[in-house]
């Protein structure tokens, strides 16, 4: 390993990881930053290359375009390449990795196009050939899933013998003061908040209405917040890794405007994913919705507040019921003083750093495709009070009915 890591994306999360990227210059030595919009990657590079003894690079790269990515990598050589850009090229990154026999890491599940999905199967198809190069892909190195993932093998490993439930709630208290804006890519967010909410029970998957299940819970530093089921890809990997677990659910706290907003949006048909004509023309309404929201990264010199972000879990060590709460607190404002991004941002970038890092280092290397959850989590629960997102817990948590 030569310290080289290639950064394809250059968007909210790129930004935020690439700076922390920066500031760990003792493990990544030289880094380019590739994407579709070179100019977005040479002002981060302006912005940083001061603050770091890392040598910066930029490139041009079409990332659905597999061979654009092999002739990258071979030019650059990375250890390990970190998938910044959006779902649907994940697999074209995987393929160009196995091509090149170069560690792969990512923050969210692929999707194709035409269809929300938001599951696994295509990535963990790559198992046998990511064994058979030698290489790893780390799925899911973000917060949500990523850090949620850590945090459950780490209760696992300390707390539990047997983990029964697990509640992930992710609250965002910030407020950026528009009446309608997604904190990461409107396209993906409005994907996986309009789709039918999903829980996994006794080894099914039950199916609810979008924002049927609503819930109130009262979080640390951002206080009482109104949280809906939704469906995320994490339950999916955790359902089958963590041992004895009876049940697990996903909350997202929206506030009113949001959801008022996003049901017009919906009923008038602006959300939808399939193609329409529109004077000749053929568009996708919810990437024309995109072009015309605020752009996440706009956000963070606007957003003030805090996220709160953890698991509650329940289950048995030696016999004896246990309750345990991990989370993390983070300020929009702190980050975007840092980092230049909001905390949505930020608490993805960091951990696409620390799972970049941990891979690179060799301490999370194994080849192969696993979630977060697959690896010891104890250096990466190390590095996330190192690195601005340190964690709390509690064992009298408030559960969630
Ligand atoms: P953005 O839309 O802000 O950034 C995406 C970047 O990818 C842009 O720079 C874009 O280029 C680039 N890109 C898109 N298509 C291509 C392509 N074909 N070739 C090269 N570059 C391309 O998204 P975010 O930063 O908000 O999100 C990034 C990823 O992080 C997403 O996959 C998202 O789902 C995930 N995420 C994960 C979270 C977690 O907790 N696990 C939380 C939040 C996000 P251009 O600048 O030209 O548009």
Not at 200 to 207: L, P, S
């Amino acid at each position: 390993m030569n310290g080289k890591l290639l950064i394809i994306g250059a968007g909210g999360v790129s930004s935020a990881a690439f700076a922390k990227c920066c500031q760990n210059s003792e493990v990544f030595k030289e880094i380019m930053l590739a994407s579709r919009t070179k100019s977005k990657c040479d002002a981060l590079v302006e912005k940083w290359q001061s603050k770091t003894t890392a040598k910066l690079h930029t490139a041009q790269v079409n990332a659905d375009n597999t061979s654009e990515l092999i002739a990258l990598i071979e030019q650059f050589k990375p250890d390990a390449v970190l998938n910044l850009a959006l779902p649907y090229q994940d697999l074209t990154i995987m393929d160009a990795c196995l091509a090149t026999k170069t560690n792969y890491i990512d923050t969210a599940n692929y999707e194709p196009l035409d269809t929300a999905k938001f599951e696994y199967k295509w990535q963990w198809a790559y198992r046998e050939k990511f064994k058979e190069a030698g290489i790893t892909a780390l799925l899911g190195s973000g917060f949500d899933p990523g850090v949620t993932g850590v945090f459950c093998a780490y209760a696992m490993k300390h707390y539990f013998d047997e983990i029964h439930f697990i509640d992930i709630l992710d609250c965002n208290g910030g407020d950026h003061g528009y009446p309608f804006a997604t904190n990461f890519n409107p396209e993906i967010n409005i994907r996986e908040v309009s789709a039918n909410g999903r829980y996994w029970e006794e080894g099914n998957f039950i199916e609810t209405k979008p924002m049927e299940i609503k819930r109130e819970y009262d979080f640390e530093e951002v206080g009482m917040k109104e949280m809906y089921l939704l469906y995320h890809e994490e339950l999916e990997s955790l359902a089958q890794n963590i041992k004895g677990l009876k049940r697990i659910r996903f909350f997202m706290t929206f506030g009113q405007s949001y959801l008022t907003h996003l049901k017009c949006l919906e009923n008038v048909g602006m959300t939808s994913i399939k193609p329409i004509n529109y004077e000749g023309k053929e568009i996708v309404p919810i990437q024309f919705l995109k072009t015309v929201l605020p752009d996440p990264a706009s956000l963070g010199p606007r957003t003030k507040g805090k996220t709160n972000i953890g698991c509650i879990m329940q289950g048995l060590k030696d016999n004896k019921p246990v309750k345990y709460y991990v989370y993390n607190i983070c300020d929009h404002e702190e980050c975007y003083r840092e980092v230049g991004t909001q905390a949505i941002s930020y608490t993805t970038g960091v951990p696409a750093m620390l799972g970049a890092m941990l891979v690179m280092n060799g301490t999370w290397r194994k080849p192969g495709v696993y979630n977060t959850e697959e690896f010891d989590p104890d250096p990466f629960m190390e590095a996330l009070n190192k690195w601005g997102l340190p964690w709390k817990e509690s064992f009298e948590p408030v559960l969630v009915e």
